[in-house]
């Protein structure tokens, strides 16, 4: 595994040495699991993950903004954005984690 950073390679190794799934079958069981929460998110509804947290769309409106070189006011149009909250049984288990470690 990464050091700093979780790959879908990293989850599918740790689902084949967990499960006890072949490689291929770990490896698709993530890609399925992933592939579900995108096509939810795409269909425009949430994701929440019990003790987990929740993947959130939020709609913004269109506004003026600035670009920061030049100073000229530019249109941004609207957009949806992706929101992740934690939920507070996963923020309680990472201020646990920072304690142990320090």
Do not use: C
């Amino acid at each position: 595994m990464s050091k700093n950073t979780m790959t879908r390679a990293d989850l599918s190794e740790a689902v084949y040495q967990e499960i006890g799934l072949s490689r291929a079958e770990s490896a698709m069981l993530v890609e399925q699991v992933l592939d579900l929460i995108s096509d939810t998110l795409v269909a425009g509804h949430n994701v929440k993950l019990s003790s987990f947290g929740s993947f959130v769309l939020r709609q913004k409106g269109g506004r003026m903004g600035r670009n920061p070189k030049t100073g000229e006011e530019v249109p941004i149009d609207p957009r949806r954005v992706l929101t992740f909250k934690a939920s507070q049984v996963m923020r309680d288990r990472i201020n646990e984690g920072d304690k142990a470690s320090a």
